[in-house]
């Protein structure tokens, strides 16, 4: 009997945990469509296109990215807040990070507003050069509704409000693919604007979203009969600090994360059209999958928090494991994919041969790390929810900065591989973060359960 109750209580926690992962799943799922959509739009112009939407993209979500993961802090502190039942609390953050995410916007908008002034130093080619430039000056315009949604979409994570968060990015993919249907190649009537109509798309889509969200939010407090905007709190200094001080280390490990790729977007923009046109569709295909283990994360960060909140060590510590399980399921999955059917995956995006064969060997590499990048991005949820957010940064710094990106960049241009070189200290780079994470949140959980 008592290991059937314990089965039936693993089962229920599975259950829970799922009714929360699959809409934040769809969520990411439809944040990361937005860009394969701009990037499949582009595609049939040119691979100097797909190159400058790549280009442009890695270069706006590294600083973007540092703003939304500032945000992050909320997983925590609105989690935790609502697993002790004081919801007027979860309300309070939510205003701070609305505070945040306005603070953050014009500095942010000025770094990306500069950032293609650096294209002719970095050698990137001239043709994809002037094409970034264009499309990540019109895309900057969306900073704030972007800012704005993630801070509305981390409160509503955090309060069980979930469905919301899916039909704003699910709906939103539609709103940019008939954007850019009309605004690239010139339909309906608009001007046909190549890269800069996909960016424009972008910034519309991402404007629908905020306002989605933002009325969510408010229906949410109006079921409670509490008035979101009528009681809306000002601003706390001490809250800005203890939301900074969880948020700033996580913000710094997306940006080590996301940077290091758009590092090596930047690093693969010296080499041919056609080797960064198959990076860019390589790396499109593994930040798709990504986005799964990243909407378990996400979950699991919630979950974790509403246990620690209750004061409920053991299940706080089950949350994570279940979480891990799943993720790793799924990538073990996505990797039979990109192994065993290359070309069922790349002639979405291109028919152009020499990128598809380039795009296989690629996709075989992105195989090789697929589990240890669920490992990695699941426990850093976790030990989010946990309210350590240090361990991560330091583990991405190291992985990305001191190991895998010089090791790329030897093997790349020292040793001639190109871009398998490049993809090879990423690889490597992931296998060593996931086993330290890993061991982190082993580490932790069990001390927190111990000491239960």
């Known amino acids: 009997m008592p290991v059937l109750f314990e089965e039936t209580k693993i089962g229920r926690e599975l259950r829970e945990l799922m009714a929360l992962a699959v809409p934040v799943v769809l969520s990411e799922l439809g944040w990361m469509s937005m860009s394969i959509?701009?990037?499949?739009?582009?595609g049939r112009l040119s691979a100097e296109a797909i190159g400058a939407v790549g280009m442009g993209n890695a270069v706006y979500y590294a600083p973007a990215l540092f703003g939304i993961g500032v945000l992050l802090g909320l997983d925590?502190?609105?989690?935790?807040?609502?697993?002790?039942?004081?919801?007027?609390?979860c309300h309070r953050w939510l205003s701070q990070g609305v505070y945040l995410a306005i603070g953050f916007t014009p500095v942010l908008m000025l770094l990306l507003w500069a950032a293609p002034l650096a294209f002719p130093y970095l050698h990137v080619n001239p043709v994809v050069s002037g094409q970034s430039a264009d499309y990540l000056r019109i895309l900057n315009w969306g900073t704030l509704p972007l800012l704005l949604y993630a801070a509305f979409r981390r409160y509503l994570q955090g309060v069980k409000r979930v469905k919301p968060v899916s039909f704003a990015l699910i709906s939103a993919n539609l709103i940019n693919w008939g954007g850019n249907w009309a605004l690239i190649y010139g339909h309906l009537g608009c001007p046909a604007m190549g890269v800069r109509g996909s960016a424009l798309s972008t910034c519309l889509a991402r404007v629908y979203m905020a306002a989605v969200l933002i009325v969510a939010a408010w229906k949410n407090e109006a079921e409670r009969g509490h008035n979101l905007f009528a009681h809306w709190p000002g601003v706390s200094r001490r809250r800005v600090r203890a939301l900074m001080k969880l948020g700033t280390p996580a913000a710094a490990q997306i940006v080590m994360e996301v940077g290091a790729f758009g590092a090596a977007t930047v690093m693969a923009s010296r080499l041919t059209p056609v080797a960064l046109a198959a990076h860019q569709i390589a790396l499109n295909c593994a930040s798709f999958t990504y986005m799964v283990p990243l909407g378990t994360s996400a979950a699991a960060a919630v979950a974790v928090g509403h246990a620690?909140?209750?004061?409920?060590?053991?299940?706080?510590?089950?949350?994570?494991?279940?979480?891990?399980?799943?993720?790793?399921?799924?990538?073990?999955?996505?990797?039979?994919?990109?192994?065993?059917?290359?070309?069922?995956v790349l002639d979405i995006y291109t028919n152009q041969e020499v990128v598809v064969g380039t795009g296989v060997r690629l996709l075989a590499m992105a195989a090789a790390f697929q589990v240890f990048d669920g490992i990695q991005t699941i426990a850093t949820g976790a030990?989010?929810?946990?309210?350590?957010?240090?361990?991560?940064m330091v583990a991405n710094f190291c992985g990305y900065w001191l190991f895998g990106l010089p090791l790329g960049y030897f093997l790349c241009f020292s040793q001639g591989k190109g871009i398998l070189g490049l993809w090879t200290g990423l690889t490597l780079a992931l296998v060593l973060i996931a086993i330290v994470l890993l061991f982190q949140w082993s580490r932790q959980s069990g001390r927190l359960a111990q000491a239960a």
């Open 76 to 89: 925590t502190l609105v989690s935790q807040a609502y697993g002790r039942g004081d919801f007027d609390e």
């Open 383 to 392: 030990l989010r929810g946990l309210g350590e957010t240090r361990a991560t």
């Open 37 to 42: 959509v701009d990037t499949i739009m582009v």
């Open 308 to 344: 620690v909140g209750a004061g409920n060590a053991p299940r706080a510590r089950r949350a994570g494991w279940l979480a891990l399980a799943v993720g790793v399921a799924f990538m073990a999955c996505a990797a039979m994919v990109f192994i065993f059917a290359p070309h069922l």
